[in-house]
């Protein structure tokens, strides 16, 4: 059975803070624990703070493009773009909520990596196994409603393969590969809320078989040669 606890008392964070040890002053890990962290915290620890007026739509602008690798849309001041790390997403990440005004928080320069720096130092302090996602809310193309996703993971399958593998009825699945880590950032997202101020949650009694290695970058974003819409 999968449970979910928030994880509360973590405070605000601020660059140079180790997200590892605020978690675990706020929680008590066990073994096999997938650990859910907001990007927020993650953007906030590692310094990606920038300065930049929020009523100068240019400066926005400009931010949001120095952030992308292209623009796919732009409408009314939205932009949809592909940022470095292979995410399309609004802004390329860019947020103003949450943080101070006058400031914005950019996404981790690598986050699969940020996810294993914190995996690393929970288990150097803990000696437990454990994995970590670094999750974000993104929107859906051709889809309302937002919904949390995983930008970074460590030692959980970012994606399980499920192919050769036999349904309910016998027959032999195909092409079933499920994002997990995605299907886990969105079931602790159920927890923390938007307002809540609950920047981790952790999940427990996840599948132990997916304890692996494993990336966001190098499993779930989709290669250019394999996708029929860019």
Excluded at 28 to 42: M, S
Excluded at 126 to 135: D, H, M, P
Excluded at 169 to 196: F, I, P
Aim: glycine share 10%.
């Amino acid at each position: 059975m999968i449970s979910l606890v928030a994880v509360h008392g973590i405070g605000e964070v601020s660059p140079g803070d180790e997200v590892a040890d605020l978690v675990l002053q706020a929680v008590e890990l066990e073994d096999y624990d997938v650990l859910v962290v907001t990007q927020k915290v993650v953007s906030k620890a590692e310094g990606r703070l920038v300065p930049v007026d929020p009523d100068d739509a240019s400066a926005r602008r400009d931010l949001i493009l120095s952030e992308s690798v292209r623009v796919l849309r732009e409408r009314e001041g939205m932009l949809i773009t592909e940022t470095r790390h292979g995410f399309v997403c609004a802004n390329a990440g860019v947020d103003f909520s949450n943080v101070g005004t006058g400031t914005a928080a950019l996404l981790p320069v690598d986050p699969d990596r940020s996810a294993r720096r914190i995996r690393d130092a929970v288990q150097a302090r803990t000696g437990l196994r454990v994995a970590v996602v670094v999750s974000d809310t993104f929107g859906r193309t051709w889809r309302n409603g937002l919904t949390d996703v995983a930008i970074g993971c460590a030692g959980i399958a970012a994606v399980v393969d499920l192919r050769g593998t036999l349904d309910a009825s016998g027959r032999e699945l195909a092409v079933t590969q499920v994002c997990v880590v995605d299907e886990l950032a969105a079931a602790a997202e159920l927890v923390k809320g938007k307002a809540s101020g609950v920047p981790a949650v952790v999940i427990r009694g996840v599948e132990r078989s997916w304890f692996r290695e494993s990336s966001v970058r190098g499993e779930v974003v989709r290669a250019h040669g394999g996708d029929l819409f860019r």
